[in-house]
């Protein structure tokens, strides 16, 4: 969460997921204001988990898809622009689950 506020991610909501959800403990969602800034809270993310040892089990979306996802199995990380993130409304999706921390 750090990580992405340092690179003034907007909307920064930690969902704990874990009686709601199979597959993952907890999603990370956040929102970036351009495909530039998404990318630069992808790699902020990458490069402070890298240093703790950790490394994303899997990736997904792209820049032109308005979404990256980074996969750290026990947390999911959502990085979306604001249409994207309009559009597929993850927080109402995952609305049973408990939001643990939400930074504006």
């Known amino acids: 969460m750090d990580a992405a ?22 999603f990370v969602i956040c929102s970036g204001e351009s495909g530039r800034q998404i ?3 992808n790699d902020e993310i ?3 988990l890298k240093k703790d040892g950790v490394l994303p089990h899997h990736r997904e979306g792209g820049l032109d898809s308005g979404w990256l996802l980074l996969d750290y199995t026990d947390v999911i990380v959502h990085i979306f ?4 993130r309009d559009y597929y409304k993850l927080d109402e999706l995952w609305q049973e689950a408990k939001t643990v921390l939400r930074i504006q």
């Open 39 to 41: 990318r630069t809270i």
């Open 46 to 48: 990458e490069k402070a």
């Open 5 to 26: 506020s340092d690179k003034q991610a907007s909307n920064i909501v930690l969902l704990d997921v874990r009686k709601v959800c199979s597959f993952t403990d907890y």
């Open 81 to 84: 622009d604001t249409v994207e």
